[in-house]
């Protein structure tokens, strides 16, 4: 029996001064360390017509600051685990950025270019021939109401006339391709308006 009692003694001794000796050992980390920094000067103002100048390549000056002084690691019952600390950060390697508008935006642009499609000559001429016939047509069938018109009718007469006009507008200003549109149009309108 007193084999059994001296087994189970050094057994609970051995385990006291393990379990004592593994609270003791702490891991070494290595020393929290921030990135190096680079001294770069910014200008107030990049130009965007001219390419930047080449600069030589600017030496690297790495700070590194010291790590805060390690406190002596206080014994706690219970949990092991410290509480994380955020990293410490230094407001004289900060960079702000700062949006500007360029010194000269670029210029306008002009809305009064007439787009065209690329029609040869032979074509222009027969496409104003036919806006020129379709507006007479047009005019023609307008002439050629004799009945009473409701409101409707008045208003479709009105649209048609505006495109009449429209139509030799953009005749005279060059821009067939338009104009015929507008010649077909008012040729349509006044079409079903003589079929009613």
């Not at 050094?10 to 006291?16: H, M, N, P, R």
């Not at 390419?51 to 002596?72: D, G, L, M, W």
């Not at 600390?85 to 809305?111: F, H, K, Y």
Request: proline share 12%; net charge positive.
């Amino acid at each position: 029996m007193k084999f059994g009692r001296q087994f189970v003694v050094s057994a609970v001794v051995l385990g006291l001064l393990l379990s004592t000796a593994c609270k003791n050992k702490t891991p070494q980390l290595p020393p929290q360390m921030q990135a190096p920094t680079l001294a770069v000067s910014v200008p107030d103002q990049i130009p965007e017509d001219e390419p930047p100048p080449e600069q030589p390549a600017p030496q690297q000056q790495a700070t590194v600051e010291e790590p805060p002084p390690k406190k002596a690691p206080t014994k706690h019952r219970g949990s092991s685990k410290k509480p994380a600390q955020p990293p410490v950060s230094n407001p004289a390697n900060t960079t702000v950025a700062v949006n500007r508008p360029p010194a000269n935006p670029a210029p306008e642009i002009t809305t009064d270019i007439a787009i065209a499609a690329d029609v040869s000559s032979q074509q222009l001429v027969q496409q104003k021939q036919t806006t020129a016939q379709l507006l007479d047509s047009t005019e023609k069938n307008l002439k050629g109401l004799n009945r009473s018109l409701s409101h409707d009718e008045k208003a479709m007469v009105n649209q048609i006339k505006s495109y009449v006009t429209q139509s030799r507008k953009a005749t005279t200003d060059g821009d067939f391709e338009r104009a015929y549109n507008l010649a077909v149009k008012a040729h349509l309108l006044a079409d079903a308006l003589v079929k009613q």
